[in-house]
């Protein structure tokens, strides 16, 4: 089955500086999901991503889908200590067409520590 | 637009007991997700609604989980017989048919069988 492999597993780093995380895949994924959790709650989508080369920012965020559509990575800009969290990278399980299930496959996720 | 939401937030239960978690989508959104997250893990899926009808199940999902949907509103999961193997995360998501945009995760039911 299709599975996601994140690294690094964690990181610590000090307020202010940028944080480079990705996602590797077996598998194609014709979508991307970063999603980001805080402790005791359900994962919060940060950024979707469509189409293979496509780079997308949100705020201090940026991601981009691999053109070879077998990996995507997470860029954090100028980190907060609100950044503190597991960030996940997540793909849809889809049909031979490429169509979504709807149905996601999450990696093992990365956690952040930003020390002030 | 409240978000999905589910209940309780939290369980404990003693081994060999069972347990119902809801979870209310939103309410527009007529597929309904359960996912379990053990500690490390991402979430993992279980199974899945188009309004009532459960379209997959996980082979996760043993025979002591069931889940309904029977409006296609509100959805159960129900663990039987619970085992200390079942404490985890219980996540509910919804969306509007397949697609990913709007798709949303609730808070979770903690579950810890002691």
């Known amino acids: 089955g299709q599975q996601l492999n994140q690294s690094p597993q964690s990181m610590f780093i000090q307020e202010g500086e940028d944080v480079s995380m990705n996602c590797t895949s077996s598998?194609?994924?014709?979508?991307w999901l970063w999603y980001k959790q805080d402790p005791g709650e359900g994962p919060v989508l940060l950024i979707a991503?469509?189409?293979?080369?496509e780079l997308t920012s949100n705020g201090r965020l940026t991601a981009q889908f691999g053109i070879t559509r077998k990996d995507s990575f997470l860029n954090i800009s100028a980190s907060i200590p609100s950044d503190v969290g597991i960030y996940f990278c997540a793909g849809p399980k889809t049909n031979a067409g490429g169509t979504s299930y709807g149905k996601l496959t999450f990696g093992q996720g990365t956690i952040l520590t930003v020390h002030p | 637009d409240t978000g999905v939401s589910q209940d309780p937030r939290h369980k404990i239960t003693k081994r060999g007991q069972n347990v119902t978690f809801r979870c209310d989508p939103i309410?527009?959104?007529?597929?309904l997700y359960w996912y379990r997250q053990t500690l490390g893990q991402g979430p993992e899926f279980l199974t899945y609604f188009q309004n009532e009808a459960q379209l997959e199940k996980s082979r996760l999902l043993s025979d002591r989980f069931s889940a309904e949907r029977p409006k296609g509103s509100f959805s159960t999961l129900e663990i039987q017989r619970t085992e200390q193997g079942d404490s985890a995360m219980y996540l509910c998501a919804s969306s509007l048919g397949p697609q990913l945009y709007g798709y949303t995760f609730g808070s979770g039911t903690r579950l810890t069988v002691v």
């Open positions: 309410s527009e959104h007529n597929r």
């Open positions: 598998s194609i994924f014709n979508t």
């Open positions: 991503l469509y189409k293979a080369g």
